[in-house]
């Protein structure tokens, strides 16, 4: 499979994203995703009430399994509770799993107002792929 690097905006509810940077949660389940996407960097957007992008990562390998697979073989770096893995897999045949690699957490937050004013971004419900223009955002902490 073609691997193709691009910059995504991902939103992830702060308790996940909390641990993302503690470098507990190693892996982000997902019901869609592109695994010719393994390669790319992850802008992390951490939703309210957190409410910013908190810093950034790379993806690793992105594995495409069935929900008793990715049970078995991810949860307990997934770092989510059985339930709520169930509940969110409901009447799926298949999920998604990416790797993490390498979070870096932004020493100063970019705001959801900052991410309105000066990128043009609003949070997507799941993630989103940044336009070139848009992809500066990564130099966000160097000027």
């Known amino acids: 499979m073609t691997s193709v690097r691009q910059t995504l ?14 470098r507990e949660k190693r892996v982000e389940l997902r019901r869609k995703f592109d695994p ?3 390669g790319s960097r992850l802008l992390i957007y951490s939703t309210l009430p957190t409410g910013a992008i908190i810093g950034h990562a790379g993806v690793g390998t ?6 008793k697979e990715i049970w078995a073989r991810f949860s307990e770096i ?18 998604f799993v ?8 932004f020493e100063t937050p970019i705001t959801l107002q900052e991410m309105r004013s000066r990128y043009d971004l609003k949070p997507p419900q ?3 792929f940044l336009r070139e223009d848009q992809s500066g955002i990564l ?3 160097h000027g």
């Open 36 to 38: 010719a996407l393994a």
């Open 78 to 95: 997934a770092m989510i509770g059985e339930g709520d893995f169930w509940r969110y897999y409901a009447g799926r045949d298949r999920g």
């Open 9 to 22: 905006l991902i939103s992830i509810h702060p308790v996940y994203s909390d641990l993302i940077f503690k």
């Open 98 to 105: 990416i790797e993490i690699e390498d979070p870096q957490l």
């Open 126 to 128: 799941s993630y989103m």
């Open 62 to 67: 992105v594995h495409t399994l069935p929900p």
């Open 139 to 141: 130099q966000h902490e």
